[in-house]
């Protein structure tokens, strides 16, 4: 059972546009989410998280949009770079940040081309 | 550098061979985690340390695996008779107040 659904599994954005990844998940106990970028050779990088207490989220260029009464939660990018090219991974965990387990989504390759 | 380190970044073996990977996380972390990621997957839970003491293993981590963490500094995983099916990469992670440090991994290819 995937208990945290993202896609669209990969993605191609052009330069300057905006990048949207979604996940759904299944469990309502999960309190903590975190979005992840992985570059090839590397392990997962943490990008941005939210609590289920806050609707969004900024980082710079980075938002999280989190929709309780859905289950879902997405990022988006803004202003989408050649550098912003990696796999990106959605996660849930109980227990807040102090989890021990994330569960990760599949991941999606984002491209963006110049 | 002061990030996760792991040892070796690639491990090519044997069916049936026993294989030993390294973890050295952050020094002042305190939790230790390893999680395994295949092809096209997201990295998924196999056991966690606080300290020395392993707290928490998943299903995934079958009886041809061990972890240690002997003096609450450095890990370990072996892995038994390894399979076909073992070759992935395997992470390592380290955490202080909820944030997750990922090492880049050792990929093991078993042939």
């Known amino acids: 059972q995937q208990q945290v659904k993202q896609s669209p599994q990969s993605l191609i954005v052009q330069k300057g546009g905006i990048s949207i990844i979604n996940c759904a998940y299944e469990n309502t106990a999960f309190d903590y989410f975190p979005w992840y970028q992985q570059f090839p050779g590397k392990g997962p990088a943490l990008l941005i998280a939210?609590?289920?207490?806050?609707s969004e989220k900024k980082e710079g260029r980075f938002t999280i949009s989190f929709n309780k009464s859905a289950k879902q939660f997405s990022l988006h990018i803004m202003d989408s770079q050649p550098g912003d090219s990696a796999t990106y991974f959605c996660a849930a965990s109980i227990g807040g940040a102090g989890s021990y387990q994330l569960t990760f989504g599949k991941g999606t390759k984002l491209s963006v081309i110049p | 550098d002061t990030g996760v380190s792991q040892n070796p970044r690639h491990k090519i073996t044997k069916r049936g061979q026993n294989v030993t990977f390294r973890c050295d996380p952050i020094?002042?972390?305190?939790?230790l985690y390893w999680y395994r990621q295949t092809l096209g997957q997201g990295p998924e839970f196999l056991t966690y340390f606080q300290n020395e003491a392993q707290l928490e293993k998943s299903r995934l981590l079958s009886d041809r695996f061990s972890a240690e963490r002997p003096k609450g500094s450095f890990s370990t995983l072996e892995i038994q008779r390894t399979e076909q099916g073992d070759s992935a990469m395997y992470l390592c992670a380290s955490s202080s107040q909820g944030v997750y440090t990922f090492g880049s991994g050792t990929r093991l290819t078993v042939v």
């Open positions: 020094s002042e972390h305190n939790r």
């Open positions: 939210i609590r289920p207490d806050v």
